[in-house]
Structures are given as structure tokens and as C-alpha cells.
């Protein structure tokens, strides 16, 4: 058979014909279904790639009754997002992950209060198959969004949000928080260090009141006075390594909640004078590298698998997504995952 006119898009029908098989056979091996013998796919997608045959979106959805689109909502303002290298490291995991499922990335984000509807018209439009939602505070309103929409979702984080656990399960992926900050306060403690303060994160967000509490796990009684509040960001965290000094200036370390915080206390130390770690030691939480390689002195951090914590996501969602209904499904339902820490010991403490 003669090839299409030049310019022409290649239809079902041509690399049915140039295969040699019917147009359902085709539809079938395009759009990933069952029931066809290994002879006749390998002649079909021979076909597909000589006449470079793309399949029609629209009509592979009517098919498969998926879009190949997974919407990844941060519940943070732009400037958050594309400042902090934690966002940037979880969306570069989720995205290899997708990309290996042959599915598309929607970024989306809450820039003001008003971005809520348009979220919720947008998932609750069908366009994306599943979700995937991280730092997530617990008054916000993605859980009842994506509840409304039907929308399969894995959240990334400890659900904490009221009503999380009266229901079904919520399927999530977080970092053992409690865990890594109790091992990095013990380290402090075995390294000679009495007076260690912590710079909290954001109230309302369980990856930070998890941390606050291995903190307190460790220290039982320790002073209120040496816990300063801060948002995750540098500049909160130098904001509260100086008010720490002035309530506290004989403080002999601190854990801060996350390494942004962490760069911000080091930062002031440096200012103030103050050498460390002889006189005050350091020690973050999640060991990115483009921050807790790049301070002075390199800082000590308790690691968590960020990248891989995205990639665990997708795998979860697209678990939900490939659930029939029939037997074992119930098996096969997503669950949650919580992945462990490890201390990076560097020249901060």
C-alpha cells in the first residue's frame, strides 16, 4: 500500500491497513488492551512506527477513560515554590515517576484563596486522572476539594486536617520526622550540648509539630524558652536564631526544623560572632544539598529521601488508578508509606 499524502496525519485505519489487521485490533494494541496475540502487536506498532502514527487524545480517552494527566497541587504561594529546593526536589521525583507512566504533570498552586475554586472547577472537570497534593496545612481546603471532586489522591505528609482519620484511610507518603529529629537531639546530647534550642516550623503542619515533638521527646524538660517559631523559610529562621539569643545568649545548639531555617540561624551566628560549632552547634532536617552543602560550615542534617518520597506518590496513585474492582482489589488499595531518616554528620556539629 502507497504511503499517506505527504503532510497527511496518519489515521487508525492506514496502520490498520498497512498491518493488516482490523481497526479494532489496532485500537486495542494502541490503547493498551488485552486479548491480542504477540504476533499481531508486534505488527501493528511496526506499522505504528513507519507511518509515525500518534493516537487522537480525545478518542484514546473515550477509550481507556484516562486522560495520561496527574494534577500535583502545592498548597503554597508561587514565590514558595520555586525558591525552596524541597518543592523542587519532590516535583523532579514525581516527575521522572510520571514520565515512566507515560503520563503528563499539571502543576498547580495556591496563590491566593480565590485559587480554590479554580482548582476545584478544574479537578472536578475530569481533565487529570488522579492528584497528587503536598504541604498541606490542616485548615486547608484541598482535602474537601479533591473529596468532592472523586479525584484518586495521594497526599504527601501525615494527613492532619480535622476529621483525617474519622474516615478512609488517606493514602500518603511522609519522612519518619519524629524519628530523625529524637536522632539528631540525641546527637547533640552525646556531643556535650546542655542548652539546645529548636526552631519550630509552621503550627499547622504535621511534618513540623512531628519534629517539635521529637525535640520534646528527648528533652522532657526542657525550658519554653529555648523553642522559637518560625515558617520554613531562611529568613524566619534567622529571625528566631536572634531571638533565641536575646532570651537565651548562653544556648550551646540548635535543631532547626528544616535546613532553610537552619542556613538562616548560621547565618546570624556568623554576624554575631559566634563560632560554630565550638560555642553553638547546628543541626537541620531534610539534607538538601543545594543548601546544607553550600553553608558555612557545611551543616549537619537529618536526611530524608525527598525525590524518592515523589516517586513513591505516583506509585501509590497510580496503584488506586489501576484498581478494577475485581478480585484482590481491596489488596491492591494504596496505602501509606513512611520512609526512614539518617543523620548526615558534617562540620556544624
Do not use: C, K
Request: proline share 7%; no cysteine.
Amino acid at each position: 500500500m502507497p504511503d499517506p499524502t505527504p503532510g497527511a496525519r496518519p489515521t487508525l485505519e492506514a496502520v490498520a491497513a498497512r498491518a493488516g489487521v482490523s481497526r479494532a485490533t489496532v485500537s486495542r494494541v494502541v490503547n493498551g488492551g488485552a486479548g491480542v496475540r504477540q504476533p499481531l502487536v508486534e505488527r501493528v506498532r511496526r506499522a505504528v512506527e513507519e507511518l509515525g502514527y500518534i493516537p487522537n487524545h480525545a478518542a484514546r480517552t473515550l477509550v481507556t477513560r484516562r486522560n495520561g494527566a496527574v494534577a500535583v497541587i502545592i498548597a503554597e504561594p508561587e514565590f514558595r515554590i520555586f525558591s525552596d529546593p524541597f518543592f523542587e526536589q519532590q516535583v523532579r521525583g514525581i516527575s521522572r515517576e510520571l514520565t515512566a507512566h507515560d503520563s503528563q504533570l499539571v502543576l498547580l498552586w495556591v496563590e491566593s484563596a480565590g485559587d480554590y475554586e479554580r482548582i476545584a472547577r478544574y479537578l472536578g472537570g475530569g481533565h487529570v486522572d488522579g492528584a497528587l497534593a503536598f504541604s498541606v496545612h490542616d485548615d486547608d481546603e484541598l482535602p474537601a476539594i479533591v473529596r468532592r471532586a472523586q479525584v484518586p489522591t495521594v497526599f504527601g505528609g501525615r494527613p492532619g486536617w480535622p476529621g483525617a482519620t474519622g474516615g478512609p484511610a488517606v493514602p500518603y507518603v511522609d519522612a519518619d520526622n519524629r524519628g530523625g529529629a529524637r536522632e539528631a537531639v540525641r546527637y547533640l546530647v552525646g556531643q556535650g550540648r546542655r542548652r539546645i534550642a529548636h526552631i519550630a516550623g509552621p503550627r499547622d503542619q504535621t511534618s513540623a509539630t512531628d519534629r517539635l515533638a521529637g525535640y520534646r521527646d528527648v528533652l522532657l524538660d526542657a525550658d519554653p524558652g529555648l523553642v522559637a517559631q518560625g515558617d520554613f523559610t531562611e529568613g524566619s529562621g534567622a529571625a528566631a536564631m536572634a531571638g533565641l539569643l536575646e532570651r537565651r545568649p548562653d544556648l550551646d545548639a540548635v535543631f532547626a526544623a528544616n535546613d532553610l531555617m537552619a542556613s538562616g540561624a548560621l547565618r546570624v551566628l556568623r554576624e554575631r560572632g559566634l563560632r560554630v560549632p565550638g560555642d553553638v552547634a547546628v543541626v537541620g532536617f531534610d539534607d538538601m544539598e543545594s543548601v546544607a552543602v553550600a553553608t558555612d560550615p557545611p551543616l549537619t542534617t537529618v536526611r530524608q529521601d525527598i525525590e524518592g518520597m515523589g516517586r513513591l506518590m505516583v506509585r501509590l496513585l497510580m496503584r488506586a488508578l489501576h484498581q478494577d474492582g475485581g478480585p484482590g482489589a481491596a489488596d491492591a488499595a494504596p496505602g501509606s508509606v513512611i520512609t526512614p531518616t539518617e543523620l548526615v554528620r558534617r562540620a556544624s556539629a
